[in-house]
């Protein structure tokens, strides 16, 4: 506003005469005629219109700076996941095996890059344990949990032990070999030195 009363237009920034139609927006006076959008130049007055760095812009033109939703191809107009390099709806980036939607929760993504939750991810292609047969995933405590493969099995480290004796964990270990070379058990190297002599 000038002295006398008078605004000045927030996008020409010629005086606004009182006999002038004139638009209040973002804070600020316009003449009808200068309110448009700034990418097309459509006029907004009394239409829906966006601000956009700080301009009005149409709501045609604003739907064209929108991101498409990598699932179901439609405009993303609220919120939006960001993950594998796309933009999801929150309701269309979900888990393939149970459909829950996953947002900012933690997913894994297998060889044809379909999405599952961490549960049933594990659940699918967690390993076994040999010892146990349950599955081998990290723990609840969110510590990590290590899978030991020995001749072609696999255990969770707690379960890890010498088959014969039952006890120790302490299993013989070489470059290329994580058991005795002449039994198809994982052997502890006490029991293998007395099997050896």
């Known amino acids: 506003m000038i002295p006398g009363g008078r605004h000045i237009c927030a996008f020409c920034h010629k005086t606004i005469l009182p006999s002038a139609a004139t638009i209040e927006a973002m804070k600020k006076q316009y003449h009808a005629s200068c309110f448009t959008c700034r990418k097309c130049h459509r006029l907004l007055a009394g239409?829906?219109?966006?601000?956009?760095?700080?301009?009005?812009?149409?709501?045609?033109?604003?739907?064209?700076?929108?991101?498409?939703?990598?699932?179901?191809?439609?405009?993303?107009?609220?919120?939006?996941?960001?993950?594998?390099?796309?933009?999801?709806?929150?309701?269309?980036?979900?888990?393939?095996?149970?459909?829950?939607?996953?947002?900012?929760?933690?997913f894994a993504v297998d060889e044809y890059n379909d999405v599952h939750c961490a549960e049933d991810y594990y659940r699918k292609y967690a390993p076994i344990c040999s010892v146990c047969d349950e599955p081998i995933i990290p723990r609840e405590d969110d510590e990590d949990s290590y899978k030991i493969e020995c001749l072609g099995r696999n255990f969770h480290e707690n379960c890890y032990r010498c088959e014969v004796r039952m006890m120790c964990k302490s299993l013989y270990n070489t470059d290329t070999r994580c058991c005795c070379n002449c039994h198809t058990q994982a052997l502890c190297s006490t029991y293998r030195y007395k099997v050896l002599l």
């Open 47 to 106: 239409q829906q219109y966006y601000q956009k760095d700080g301009q009005p812009i149409c709501d045609h033109c604003y739907k064209e700076t929108l991101e498409k939703c990598a699932k179901c191809q439609t405009l993303i107009t609220h919120h939006i996941v960001r993950a594998m390099g796309n933009g999801y709806h929150p309701e269309c980036f979900t888990c393939v095996i149970c459909n829950r939607m996953i947002a900012d929760e933690s």
